[in-house]
């Protein structure tokens, strides 16, 4: 009898969902180690179907290697579901700088601390080989138009590497890959190490400096990008630099750096909790 071809169930990855179903949503899934993409057009499926939509969705070749893409409609004449696949090559991270490479594919999360991020383990640096994890974080674009933000981190840490100011950041362990596509990057987690409060305050500001100094703009300097190690002397560290920017050359750097530097205790004291929550998606299994 002839073997026959072994046929995985989709699961969602990742979604990104128009809860009033007024603007495409799109699904990141992944079957038989294929990872697809499918864009919903608004009014498509019923909104209450839109985070669970597998069972909903017209059939698809998930196991098919040919296409990547997936535009799904409803036609207005007959009212049936359509859909079109594409084989189109999918953006990806172009600043590949580090020697290091992970598949996303073999990242076990084990806690969701974002949309973007998540906890995971890598083998340890000392035995590769054996069964010793490191809990590390890894963060990613799920979706194309999150490449850019993680462009800019990944270029910021870059940058830290080569001025030698990795000390102001967790380490950069290499970056992630989905087929090839660069898509992400793990960093070492920080044990032991607490969000910023108003009595880290000048700790925090010394850290800042030393980050301007390399002609950088955070961009988003609220209280829970800092990490603290108070059992070090307040040593604190920089983390989400999806908004920064290089900006040694322009005329008003000094004029905007020293603008966020002040802006420190004002984010220091706000209680509304801005950049800290996390509510994680919903998902299919």
């Not at 890598?122 to 069964?131: K, L, R, T, W």
């Not at 190490?193 to 000048?202: G, Y």
Request: with cysteine; hydrophobic share 35%.
């Amino acid at each position: 009898m002839a073997e026959q071809e072994c046929v995985t169930s989709p699961r969602i990855l990742s979604m990104d969902v128009d809860p009033e179903n007024e603007v495409e949503s799109e699904y990141r899934i992944e079957a038989g180690g294929n990872v697809k993409y499918i864009t919903v057009e608004p009014g498509a499926l019923h909104t209450d179907h839109l985070s669970l939509p597998l069972s909903h969705l017209p059939t698809l070749p998930y196991n098919d290697v040919s296409w990547t893409r997936a535009h799904v409609w409803r036609d207005a004449q007959s009212g049936e579901l359509q859909s079109r696949l594409s084989d189109r090559r999918l953006a990806g991270v172009e600043n590949v700088w580090h020697h290091k490479s992970f598949d996303v594919l073999t990242l076990q999360r084990t806690k969701q601390l974002s949309t973007a991020a998540f906890e995971t383990s890598i083998p340890g640096p000392q035995s590769p080989s054996s069964s010793e994890k490191v809990e590390v974080i890894a963060k990613i674009a799920s979706f194309e138009w999150e490449i850019p933000r993680i462009e800019r981190e990944t270029r910021v840490y870059q940058i830290l590497h080569e001025r030698q100011a990795e000390d102001l950041t967790p380490r950069f362990l290499g970056h992630i890959h989905e087929h090839g596509r660069p898509m992400g990057f793990l960093l070492e987690k920080m044990q032991g190490r607490t969000h910023a409060s108003i009595e880290d305050l000048q700790d925090c500001e010394s850290t800042l400096k030393r980050f301007h100094a390399l002609g950088l703009i955070h961009g988003d300097v609220n209280r829970f990008n800092f990490l603290v190690d108070r059992d070090v002397g307040g040593s604190v560290r920089l983390i989400d630099f999806e908004n920064s920017e290089e900006v040694a050359a322009e005329e008003d750097v000094e004029q905007r750096q020293s603008a966020e530097l002040h802006s420190l205790r004002a984010e220091f004291v706000e209680e509304s909790g801005r950049g800290g929550g996390f509510r994680p998606a919903s998902s299919e299994r």
